[in-house]
């Protein structure tokens, strides 16, 4: 498996594109508790490269794509620093496997890749949210050994959320 970054400010391949569409709108049952579509049943190509977008307009961020022999399998965001100052670690803000190889280990593989990339960065730790309407997100990242710090909402849409943090050492 490789991560490869998503360049900023550079306009999405259309056969890209596709593929990005096609792994968010694999995931209907994240997209209908998330809010992050307006319709979780017909998600446009426009709607993920607006979102993309977004996220790339911050500076810290950083989106990048998971493939396996060759296919997208999924996107991850990344943030090296949270917007709060007294937050030292930076964030994993969206991990996204295609639907269609959900129980594959690749959400496993791409969360490893990450934390090597993090902690070869020198970064010690790693944070994350997960919404609380989300019992199958939240079982597998403790899985992984990330344990709950505590509770907030979402800094977007003030979605009630547990944060999580695994140390990197």
């Given at each position: 498996m490789i991560l490869e970054p998503l360049s900023p400010g550079l306009d999405i391949p259309a056969p890209l594109l596709t593929e990005l569409t096609a792994l968010y709108a694999s995931n209907r049952e994240f997209q209908a508790?998330?809010?992050?579509?307006p319709d979780p049943d017909d998600i446009r190509p426009e709607q993920v490269a607006a979102a993309l977008a977004d996220e790339l307009a911050h500076p810290d961020a950083q989106v990048l794509l998971a493939r396996s022999e060759g296919r997208l399998v999924g996107v991850v965001i990344t943030l090296a620093r949270h917007p709060d100052p007294a937050d030292p670690d930076p964030w994993i803000g969206l991990l996204m496997v295609d639907a269609g190889v959900h129980g594959q280990g690749h959400g496993r593989r791409i969360a490893g890749l990450v934390e090597d990339r993090l902690r070869a960065a020198g970064r010690g730790a790693v944070r994350l949210a997960?919404?609380?309407?989300n019992p199958k997100g939240f079982a597998f990242w403790t899985s992984l050994g990330y344990e709950v710090i505590g509770h907030r909402p979402d800094?977007?849409?003030?979605?009630?959320?547990a944060v999580l943090r695994k140390a990197l050492t």
């Amino acid at each position: 498996m490789i991560l490869e970054p998503l360049s900023p400010g550079l306009d999405i391949p259309a056969p890209l594109l596709t593929e990005l569409t096609a792994l968010y709108a694999s995931n209907r049952e994240f997209q209908a508790l998330s809010g992050d579509f307006p319709d979780p049943d017909d998600i446009r190509p426009e709607q993920v490269a607006a979102a993309l977008a977004d996220e790339l307009a911050h500076p810290d961020a950083q989106v990048l794509l998971a493939r396996s022999e060759g296919r997208l399998v999924g996107v991850v965001i990344t943030l090296a620093r949270h917007p709060d100052p007294a937050d030292p670690d930076p964030w994993i803000g969206l991990l996204m496997v295609d639907a269609g190889v959900h129980g594959q280990g690749h959400g496993r593989r791409i969360a490893g890749l990450v934390e090597d990339r993090l902690r070869a960065a020198g970064r010690g730790a790693v944070r994350l949210a997960v919404l609380d309407a989300n019992p199958k997100g939240f079982a597998f990242w403790t899985s992984l050994g990330y344990e709950v710090i505590g509770h907030r909402p979402d800094r977007e849409l003030g979605r009630p959320c547990a944060v999580l943090r695994k140390a990197l050492t």
